[in-house]
């Protein structure tokens, strides 16, 4: 069995600890610097208070400041559970902590912005701790529809685990898999994380749907808005396509669990979801950060202010379709400009 060190102490990372204990392995869990309460009910009582649930028997819990302690010199493997606005701190903290190679899966899901390009967040990180240690790290990412709350309970879930290293990839799934924790291989490294960051992304439209609805006059039948929500989940596959093959990844990644699965699930609830409920009732993104989700991370809006520079040089560039991405633009433009999400439907009927 291995001794795995959590670092991370949000619901996705925590939930992580069942298939993990479930399978033997010994688990350290170590919060952010935001973590400080999670960890405080973890060490006092075992109970997670945001997942509502307690966890497995022999998981250790420490605070940000120990993180060196809790590695120490025999953990087998770093799992990354921080959101992608925490990815510099993470690599800080690798950075001024490892002293060899330690193997790292990240569960973080967004993309890197070059000037031409986007890059995979496992190879940005892997990337910076060679640059700044000469340390080089052999990583993998995991993708697909996973909601912590059903993994806390062990509800029936699928993954996809990737990396540059497939055997280190098939190690994993090997040591994870579970009668409720189901990992798949898959050697699409960028193609994975690009729909791991973007279901974020085009779950926001998917929810404006149902936030418009409210805006409009009852149907004396009680109609709903489904038939909207289903052409804007189409574009967003047919877009994710594009952003994917762009970068040289396969399409199999897109309509399979990565992509189509994935944005299923987020499209269901969260807070991808709620903002574009509230922007589908007319808010805009920042009345909506001001107002009814003041406070919360959205992660797929900040992916598209930290992509939108490059997305939109790639586009004039010519290496990004435009004509193939209306959806892509009308939600970068809402979110960087401000302005009311307004969903060019005659341009997704058109676009290739």
Not at 53 to 78: C, E, M, N, W, Y
Not at 281 to 288: A, D, I, P, V
Request: charged residues 20%.
């Amino acid at each position: 069995m291995s001794t795995v060190t959590i670092l991370g102490a949000g619901v996705m990372g925590s939930a992580m600890c069942l298939p993990l204990r479930d399978r033997g392995h010994a688990v350290r869990l170590v919060g952010t610097h935001l973590d400080t309460e999670i960890i405080d009910s973890v060490k006092a009582t075992g109970r997670h208070p945001k997942l509502n649930v307690k966890l497995p028997d022999g998981v250790s819990a420490d605070q940000h400041g120990d993180f060196a302690r809790a590695l120490g010199s025999d953990t087998d493997l770093i799992l990354l559970g921080i959101s992608s606005a925490g990815i510099a701190w993470a690599v800080d903290r690798l950075c001024e902590t490892l002293k060899a190679p330690v193997p790292i899966v990240m569960i973080t899901k967004g993309m890197h912005p070059e000037a031409d390009r986007l890059t995979a967040l496992p190879d940005r990180v892997a990337s910076e701790v060679k640059r700044r240690t000469g340390i080089a790290l052999t990583i993998a990412a995991i993708g697909g529809p996973c909601i912590a709350g059903e993994l806390a309970v062990r509800r029936q879930t699928g993954t996809v685990i990737t990396s540059h290293d497939l055997p280190f990839a098939q190690q994993l799934c090997d040591m994870l898999e579970t009668d409720y924790y189901h990992p798949r291989l898959s050697p699409d490294v960028i193609g994975v994380e690009i729909c791991a960051a973007f279901k974020n992304f085009f779950a926001i439209g998917v929810g404006w749907a149902a936030g418009h609805l409210e805006k409009m006059a009852a149907a004396e039948n009680r109609a709903f808005n489904h038939n909207a929500a289903a052409i804007i989940f189409d574009q967003a596959i047919r877009e994710l396509m594009v952003l994917v093959a762009a970068h040289g990844g396969t399409e199999q990644s897109v309509w399979g669990m990565p992509g189509a699965g994935d944005l299923y699930v987020t499209a269901q609830a969260g807070r991808n979801s709620r903002l574009g409920n509230n922007l589908g009732r007319g808010f805009t993104y920042s009345q909506t950060r001001e107002g009814p989700m003041k406070g919360d991370t959205i992660e797929g809006a900040e992916l598209g202010v930290t992509v939108a520079t490059t997305l939109r040089t790639m586009m004039q560039a010519g290496t990004l379709d435009a004509r193939s991405l209306p959806l892509t633009t009308a939600l970068l433009d809402a979110l960087t400009n401000d302005i009311a999400l307004d969903i060019p439907w005659a341009a997704l009927h058109r676009s290739a």
